[in-house]
């Protein structure tokens, strides 16, 4: 994955929000992520999406090798 946001800021804060949604009985968590030096935000509903979106601002050259299987 390719972080096309330019050059990542020296310190990258996050604020994550959890809620419980009841359909019929049943108790989903649903999330929001905003990522606060540039207010970008995503729903989620599972930790892939949360991690993915974090993944965006914090990339790493290893991680960018793992994930290119290398």
Known sequence: MSNNRGPNPPLNTFIVRFWQESEAGEGRWRGQV??????????????????????????????????AGQ
Do not use: N, Y
């Open 34 to 67: 905003q990522h606060v030096q540039s207010g970008e935000r995503t729903a989620f509903a599972d930790e892939v999406a949360l991690l993915s979106f974090i993944r965006q601002w914090v990339q790493t050259p290893e991680v960018e090798r793992r994930m």
